[in-house]
């Protein structure tokens, strides 16, 4: 089993950066990929960005891409999203989430544990 925290979302202003954080316990981390999803209200869950298991590869949703930044730090069971440039339509609840898959994962069915997730909020 791994267990999963999320932390650091809040408040910020469109423009702003925000960085939050992933803490892992439980099985040794350094064997799962993991992804950050996130979900708006009355929209579905969806993937933001994943990072293989060892860090050294990493992938991002269009939407996302140059603005956000996925990594981890496996020695001490963290994983983290840079977000600069946050927008509005960034605003939602964000998730981390662990895969026993060692590569870059996409899919989130496969997908086995997860956070209870992070609030970030971006204001006009």
């Known amino acids: 089993q791994v267990q999963l925290v999320e932390s650091g979302g809040g408040l910020v202003q469109a423009g702003g950066s925000l960085r939050i954080s992933c803490a892992a316990s439980?099985?040794?981390?350094?064997?799962?990929?993991v992804g950050w999803f996130r979900q708006a209200p009355g929209k579905e869950r969806e993937l933001v960005a994943a990072?293989?298991?060892?860090?050294?590869?990493?992938d991002y949703k269009d939407y996302v891409k140059g603005r956000f930044t996925i990594s981890r730090d496996n020695a001490k069971n963290m994983v983290y999203l840079q977000m600069n440039n946050l927008k509005p339509e960034d605003t939602a609840v964000y998730y981390c989430?662990?895969?026993?898959?060692?590569?870059?994962?996409?899919?989130?069915?496969?997908?086995?544990?997860w956070g209870q997730g992070t609030q970030v909020t971006v204001s006009s």
């Open positions: 439980g099985r040794p981390f350094g064997g799962f990929a």
């Open positions: 989430a662990a895969s026993r898959n060692r590569v870059v994962t996409t899919t989130r069915n496969l997908y086995e544990y």
């Open positions: 990072i293989s298991a060892s860090g050294s590869r990493a």
